[in-house]
Every structure is written in C-alpha cells, then in structure tokens.
C-alpha cells in the first residue's frame, strides 16, 4: 500500500513537473523568446553562484557531520601508518587549495560573464605565458608529492627487519586462517594438494617438512600480535583472490592464489589502548576482505588483538601445534599423557593387587 | 575520390548540377528497415547507438536504485522486491548473489554500454562527417555492422539476466580465479560466459567503429579542413578511437584466455586452487596476469569515456561563452599527452596485489603526470569563459558541470594514484566515489551537454527548455549529495562491494549517511527519467528548430539544412577557410569557418 501510495505521488510529481515545463515554454514563445531567454540566462547565472556558496558550505558542514567518524589523521595504529596519514595530509592540503580556487573561478567567472547587451567578449586565443605557468607549477607541485610518496611508499615496502615475527594468513571463501611457525622460526613448506579439512590439515602443510612440526595452526579465533613489534604479513589464498585490509594500522595487500605475498609494519597501540584512545569499550581491530570474492565478501571479517609480550607469550604457550592433531601418537603430551596413564595404571595396578 | 562517388557509384551524374543531385536523392525509395534500421546513414546510426545506449541507462541506473535500497535500508524488507525478482530477493530482501549481480552489470553496462557506446558511438557517428564536411564514414557499412555488433551484445547481456543462476557477478572488473571457478558461485556460471561472449562482441562492435572513425577524420576532411583548423571534439574523438582501438584487443585477448580456462581446463590464471573443498589440477597460472590485461583496457577505457566529453566540452564552452577556446594547441597537446600517459598507467590499479614496489613507484610517477595536462585543459576552460558573454543553455549548464566535476574527482585522482595512500584507500568506497565523480558523472554530464546542444541538429526539434534547466540543477546538486559524503566512508576504511555494514565494528556507523545517498539516488534516477521522457517526446513534439544555425556557431554542421538527407549537404561540401573558433573576432560575434579569411581581418588563425 505504502509502496503504491509512492508510486502515484511520484508519477503525480512527474506529471506536474511536465506540464509546468510545457506551459513555461508556451509563456516564453507568448512573451517573446528573446525576453524570456535573457531571464532565463540571469536565473542560472545567479544559480550557479547560490551553488558554489552553498556547495561550499556544504562541503564544510559535511565534514563537521563525518569527520569524526573517520579515522581521524594521528590515530593511525601502526608506523606505516603514521606515514599514510603524513602523505594524507600533504595531498589534502595540495588538492583542497586547488579545489576551492579553482570551483570558486569556475563559478564565479560563469555568474560574473553572463551575457549582457552591453558586453562584448573577449577575443583571447592563447597566450603562452599563461599557458607555459599552468604547465609548470602543476608540474612542480606534483613532483613533490611523487617525491614525498615514493620516499613513504619504500619506506613502507621495504624488506622486513630480521627481528619481525612472522605470521600467515590464509585467506578462503568466506574466512581467514592463520599460522605462526612455532619456535624455529620458519614456516614450514605447503603443497596445496595436501590439503584435507578433514584429516586435519587445512593449510596443506607437508608433514615431512621438520619446519612444520612445531607450526601453530589457529582459525576461528583472533589473530595476536605484539605491540611496537614488526610483523610480517605472509599473504596466501586458497581459492579466489582476497585482500587482507587493515584500516586501523593503514595496510593492505591482496591474497592470491598461488603467489603469496607480503607486508609488514609494527602496531604501535594494543587493544586495550585503543580502546581508551577512541573511547570505545567495543574497539577491536578487524580485518576486512578488500576483494570481491564472491557472496560473502562482504562479512569476511577477522580480528586481531594487540597486546604485549607477556600476554601474547602466554596465549602462545596454550596453543598445539597442528601436526600433533594430524599424528596424536607423536605428541609429546599425549605421550606423557598416556604414560601418566600408564605409570597411573601401574601404580594403581599394585594396589588392587 | 569524393565521397560522393563512392556514395553513388557515378559520380559524374551528379557533382556538377544541384538540382539533379536533389531529384537522384528523391529516387532513392527508401524502405522504413533501410531507413531507421538497416541505415547506412552516420547520422541515423547515432542515434540508433544514442537509443540504445539510453535503454541500458535506465537499466543500470535502476539496477543502481535497487542495490542503494539494500545499502541504505538493509535492516528493512521491500516485498514488492520479491514480487519482480522472487528467489533473489526472498521475503523482500536482496539477496547477495543478486546484490552482487546488480553491481556487476549495472558498472559493465554503465562503463560499455552507456558511456563507450552510448557516448563516443552516437557522438563519433553523428559529428564526424558532420563537423568535418563529408558525406558518410569512410565505410558505412562497417558502421552499421558496428552497431549491429553492438546490439547482439546487448541482446546477449540482457540475455544473461534471466538465466537460472543470473548474470556475471564477479565486479565489473571480473577478477579471475573467482570468475573462472564455476564453483566459486553462482554468478561465475553460465552467466560469466554469457558475459565474456557479450564483452568479445562488444570489442569487435568498438574496433570497427573506431578504424572508421579515424579512417574517415583522417582521410576524408573537406577541402580547407587542415587538421589544425578541426574543432577539439573531432580530435577529442580521433584520440579516443586510437586508444581504443590499441587497447580494445588486449582485453579481447584476455577475455578469451578466461573464457578457455573456463572451459577448456587451461590454466592461465590459475594455480594452487581449492574451492569448496575440491583440489582443482590447476598450476603455473598467474592471477596477477589478468589483471595487467584487464587493466591495459581498462585505464585507456577511462579516457575512452572521458575524451569525447572533454571534447564537446570545449566545443560548448567556446560557443556559448561567444569566445574562442583557450589555448586551442594546448586543447591538442593535452589531449595527446593523456593518450599516451593513459597506456602507461594501468599497474596503479594494482598498487596492492604483490606488485614490485619499484615498479610500483614508475606507476605513480606516470600517473601522477596525467595531473598536467589535466591541468592544462581544466585552466585553459577557466579562461575560456573569462571575459566571455555567456549564454546559459542546457548543453552549456552541463558542460560547466562537467568542469566542476573533473576538478573534484580530479584531485581525489592525486590520492589515489599515490601508491602510499593507495594502500589505505584501494579498495574502499573512496575509490567508488572517486571515479563516478571524474568518469561516471562527468562523462554523462558530458553527454548530456552534447544531447542538450545537438538534438536540434539530430531531430530538427528542441528539448524543452525548461525541464533541461530542472534536470541539470537536481543532476548535479544530486551527484554532489551522492557522491561527495562517500568519501569519507572510504577514508574510514570502508570497503566497496559491501552490502551489509551491521557485522562489523568499525565501519558501522554510517547508518544515515547511507540513507540519504539511497533517498537522493532515487531521486536523480527519476529525474533521468524525465529527461528521457522529454527527450522522446521532443523527438516528435518539440520545438521546431527554425534557424540554420540556432547556437550561432562556427562549426560546419549547422551549414546543413535543418533536417539533412543522407549526404548531409545539398549540393557541393562547403570549403573551409579558418579554424572553428573565430567568436567574437574584430568585433563579430562568429564567423563561420566557410567565410573566406578577410583582407583587413586581424591576424590570429
């Protein structure tokens, strides 16, 4: 009912719309077209100033209304990410000049030289000065802003240093996956044909690898991190290609199937601070999937919490390594386990006895 | 040879003598399937891709309207919805396989369909021979075989969206592997192919067009015409035929690698794959590699949609502004430089897919360089309606939109292109408003500008005045709303292609904002709908065009009668004497380029 009562207000608008536009031409053949054109040209003219002021004003009031919800420039959680924001704001400084001399010429030189009886144009070809100014000042302004984002841009991708912790992300339709490579170090080789869910391994680790066996394998859960340490990002996709986003600490690289990629930064903010900073007892960092990858893109999500060594070392030590889920008899727990038992057993064997 | 002989094939029976030349017209008895479908005539087969291109309109601004109902309501259901669409939008809500259809086709045919098509075809078609005084195209015929390439990859994508599992729904930039896995969903089906088969006509549709195009501005100009004194759409549209007829077959070449690993079990793309559980034999492909094809188009494609814009711009601004162009070799020299800078640009796309930083670093500098002529040609319109006398018609309200628009999206351009900031914004919604402001909207203001000016040329009727004034001030006060506020969802993060913000934290808090872009979209996707109501309606009931020459402007066209034959010109092509911009030189408003230079006339061109 609703939906209909919409439809006839809007064709009802249309109508009306229609017959006043037919009817003011009527009126302008009647009145004379030349009068009603010379209105019509003053009626824009004076439009296209009311534009510019309130467009301006606009432009204004929108960013009292959405500034603070965006991620403020500063509040950047990472150190690549304070260069981000640096760069931000050069090109936001360089861009918002231009913006606003250029609309206000555009739109005033349009009000202000409306046609009028009295004026004659001005015959202005070309003028090599002028043009020769417009060439180079846009072109020195953007050789430092190349300059300044190249400088960050290196900086950002460049190699990780030595005392970075690693960590893969797996990223598959819809959910990511993670891995640390345990106390060696490494991460241990995969063949993507190895994979099986079920026979619990899903990152398709080869198990001959030694590198594998102390590999923690940990899913559903968050990713953890330490603060003011680098990490390095170990980017893999199983199937399309995703896109680890990370708005709070300012990265982004895609995943790809069958060529992983890399990134790293170091978080400069755990969660608990955070959470102080934005006034946000709910804050957590998450990780969005950037890359249409099918129907649920759009609720891929994972999170990550920062916190510091202590904290990270004892939820590290919680975790088993994958490979003793795929072969329990060779986990050294389980093994003392069952010779607890069997030691358990045994003392309780003599008792009975 | 003249064009005339290869239009008649006796060219000595009719080149000297007018009167002989009309009554050889009157005897070709032209049947309605020769005249309106058939048509050999440039002019009848712009407005046959203008038609078209304004039926794909309406389809992808209302594919628009309905994917902002989920966005900007997605807590609320619309059975009505369910009513048209029925498991796609089950209990009212929109599904998001065909949210992601939606988006799909409405940036595909959006970006072909409307703005390649709909634009460079109607507008390369009806002014080539026009503003450079010939008969036809160089080859009618493969101008109406383009067309009709055009319409069977229509009919092949409007195809698509009713078969079982629905239309491509990967984006419009259909990213390998999750296009090429029918099992990645339901929108990489038989729907993809469907896709891939429209696109590879589209591409033969797009090359026979634009070897004519540059064939006959090349070839066959009227005496006098130097390249020098054409006006800047005609080179606008020659640079624009170039690049796509360079970049068209890369992605031709693309998408039929695609279309083989679809089906053939090729691996071009792919490599180390398990979807749904199912270990796929696919290795040594690269994902990566479809994306340079992809985008070896796709930023020429950007141009290939902005340059005829750009070029009837000049052309409006300069006519209404009763001044010439400023800078007119400048007009040229950028057009030139943003041709070639456009096939040195496409890696900036891919700034965070694994791509080598240095190589990384060329992109930005080069992208970045695209910002002076850019420059050049924003300054030089400034100056064109500095000190001019100008006269607010409809086509020149949209071509100063225009303007205004490719500033603003221009300089978001400077962000993203800088691959630094690039990694926090690729991606997000920034992007999403970045380039419909500079390549959507623009371009169709662009386009709107050039209906608005030439349908009296095209139909020998006016657009209502007034509904034109109505459209162009709710278009743009609409495209700000719309456009301008969703900067700020990608600079807090906010990925595009996101159909439901409620699951996340930290993006969720645009609630409103959402709102108001969904209420104002509708809003100007209505107002297009009355603009082409009044378009065909003025088709037959509109004003009558009285005056040769309604816009006083230099430009050959408007020499022709008011409704031209097919031939364009009774009687001998007009000679040209001087280029198209001499508004108010010595004291006269215009002088048309037929007019002989005179002995005392001041010296500029």
């Known amino acids: 009912m609703q939906t209909l009562f919409i439809v006839v207000i809007l064709l009802l608008g249309f109508l009306i719309t229609f017959q006043i536009a037919k009817a003011s031409e009527y009126v302008s053949v009647m009145r004379g077209e030349e009068k009603s054109r010379k209105q019509n040209n003053r009626i824009n003219a004076f439009l296209l100033l009311v534009f510019l002021i309130g467009g301006m004003i606009g432009v204004y009031y929108c960013n009292e209304r959405l500034g603070g919800k965006i991620l403020q420039m500063g509040s950047s959680a990472s150190d690549h990410g304070v260069d981000v924001d640096m760069m931000m704001k050069i090109t936001l400084i360089i861009t918002g000049i231009v913006f606003v001399i250029t609309q206000t010429l555009l739109f005033w030189f349009s009000y202000k030289y409306q046609a009028s009886d009295t004026r004659k144009a001005f015959y202005f070809p070309h003028n090599n000065k002028l043009e020769v100014i417009w060439t180079v000042i846009p072109a020195i302004v953007l050789t430092v802003m190349v300059g300044f984002g190249l400088f960050y841009w290196f900086r950002i991708t460049s190699e990780a240093p030595g005392n970075a912790m690693v960590v893969e992300v797996t990223g598959s339709q819809f959910k990511w996956e993670f891995r640390y490579p345990g106390k060696d170090k490494i991460l241990g080789k995969k063949y993507f044909k190895e994979i099986n869910e079920a026979n619990n391994n899903p990152l398709g680790q080869l198990w001959d690898d030694p590198a594998n066996h102390d590999d923690i394998y940990v899913s559903g859960e968050d990713m953890h991190l330490v603060v003011n340490k680098p990490v390095k990002l170990v980017i893999n996709s199983k199937d399309v290609i995703h896109d680890v986003g990370l708005a709070q600490f300012r990265m982004k690289m895609d995943a790809v199937p069958g060529t992983p990629t890399s990134i790293w930064f170091t978080p400069t903010k755990t969660t608990l601070q955070m959470k102080k900073e934005m006034n946000d007892p709910e804050f957590v960092y998450e990780i969005s999937c950037d890359q249409m990858c099918g129907k649920g893109h759009f609720s891929m999500r994972g999170t990550i919490v920062v916190e510091t060594q202590e904290e990270f070392d004892r939820w590290m030590v919680a975790k088993k390594p994958k490979y003793y889920a795929a072969f329990p008899e060779k986990d050294p727990d389980a093994m003392k386990a069952k010779a607890d038992t069997v030691k358990t057993i045994a003392a309780v064997m003599p008792q009975k006895k | ?605």
């Open chain 2, 1 to 605: 040879m003249s064009n005339e002989a290869i239009m008649h094939g006796h060219a000595n029976v009719i080149s000297h003598d007018d009167v002989h030349h009309d009554e050889h017209h009157a005897h070709h008895h032209q049947s309605f399937i020769t005249k309106y479908i058939f048509s050999q005539d440039h002019k009848t087969i712009g407005k046959q891709f203008l038609i078209t291109g304004i039926i794909w309109g309406v389809i992808g601004g209302l594919f628009s309207v309905l994917f902002r109902l989920q966005l900007g309501f997605p807590d609320q259901t619309f059975p009505i919805l369910e009513t048209f669409f029925g498991h796609w939008a089950k209990g009212g809500v929109i599904q998001p396989e065909f949210y992601y259809a939606l988006v799909t086709i409405h940036g595909t045919v959006l970006v072909f369909f409307v703005l390649t098509a709909g634009l460079s075809g109607t507008f390369a078609n009806l002014l080539i021979p026009l503003q450079i005084g010939a008969r036809d195209m160089a080859s009618p015929f493969l101008n109406m075989l383009s067309y009709w390439f055009f319409f069977i990859a229509s009919v092949i994508m409007f195809a698509s969206l009713f078969v079982h599992t629905g239309p491509a729904a990967g984006g419009w930039t259909i990213y390998p592997p999750l296009s090429a896995l029918h099992e990645a969903g339901d929108g990489s089906k038989i729907g993809m192919d469907l896709w891939l088969i429209s696109m590879a006509l589209f591409i033969v549709s797009s090359l026979l067009g634009g070897l004519n195009y540059i064939t006959t501005i090349l070839n066959m100009r009227t005496k006098g015409m130097s390249m020098t004194r054409m006006p800047l759409t005609m080179w606008a549209i020659l640079f624009t035929a170039i690049l796509g007829v360079l970049s068209f077959p890369v992605l031709l070449s693309g998408a039929i690698l695609l279309l083989f690993d679809r089906n053939l079990g090729t691996s071009f793309y792919l490599s180390d794959i398990v979807v749904n559980g199912h270990i796929l034999p696919n290795e040594g492909g690269s994902a990566i590699l479809f994306q340079h094809l992809f985008w070896f188009l796709g930023h020429p494609e950007v141009y290939i949609i902005l340059l005829p814009a750009m070029g009837m711009v000049s052309e409006i601004l300069s006519v209404n502004s009763r001044k010439p162009i400023f800078g007119y070799m400048a007009m040229i020299g950028s057009l030139f430089a943003i041709c070639i800078l456009a096939f040195l640009v496409w890696a900036h796309h891919m700034f965070v897919t694994g791509l080598n930083p240095f190589l990384g670093s060329v992109f930005v500098l080069l992208t970045l360089l695209i910002a002076v002529p850019s420059a050049i040609k924003v300054f030089n319109w400034l100056t064109t309606l500095w000190k001019g006398n100008i006269r607010f018609t409809p086509g020149m309200l949209f071509a100063i939109g225009f303007v205004s628009l490719f500033i603003s999206g221009g300089l978001t351009g400077l962000f993203l292109g800088n691959s630094t900031i690039d990694i926090h914004l690729h991606d997000t919604k920034f992007v999403v408003a970045h380039f419909h402001i500079v390549m959507g909207v623009a371009s169709m203001f662009g386009m709107f500008a050039g209906i608005y000016h030439w349908f009296p040329k095209m139909f020998g009727r006016y657009l209502n005045n007034t509904l034109g004034y109505i459209h162009f001030w709710v278009t743009i006060i609409g495209a700000y709303l719309i456009f301008w506020p969703m900067h700020y969802e990608g600079l807090a993060g906010v990925p595009r292609r996101y159909l439901d913000l409620r699951g996340w934290h930290n993006f969720n808090k645009f609630d409103d904002l959402n709102k108001m872009i969904t209420i104002v979209s509708m809003i100007v996707f209505a107002m297009q709908l009355m603009f082409i109501f009044n378009f065909f309606y003025s088709i037959f009931k509109g004003r009558k065009v009285r005056t040769q020459n309604p816009w006083g402007s230099n430009t050959l066209e408007w020499t022709t009668p008011i409704n031209p034959g097919h031939g364009n010109w009774v009687g001998e092509i007009p000679e040209v004497h001087r280029w198209a911009y001499d508004y108010s030189k010595d004291g006269r408003d215009f002088i048309p380029q037929t007019e002989p230079i005179g002995a005392d006339e001041s010296k500029d061109h």
